[in-house]
């Protein structure tokens, strides 16, 4: 029998609007505060679900695919970024 494959969750990151790679346990453990460690270790400040899903980011991509080795887990300088929403009603 084979191994099972992990079950994930893609989550758009309100942050860096990238869509992110979340393990079933790392949803599972943030699912509380809307915060989740995506396989590339970046921490996926959950954007709203109205929101499109932005482009896959390409490290978690990367991982997935086998490219690359996951590196140690930090945690990158995050800026909020304006919702599109919001600087749409500014204009």
Known sequence: MSPMEP??????????GYTHAVTE??????RHDGRFRAICGHVVLAAPMIEAPGRFDPTCRDL????????????????????????????
């Open 7 to 16: 079950f994930l969750v893609h989550i758009r990151c309100d942050t860096d």
């Open 25 to 30: 346990d790392a949803f599972a453990t943030g």
């Open 64 to 91: 997935l695919r086998g490219d690359t080795t996951p590196a140690e887990p930090t945690v990158p300088a995050q800026e909020r970024r304006r919702s599109r929403w919001l600087r749409a009603t500014r204009r």
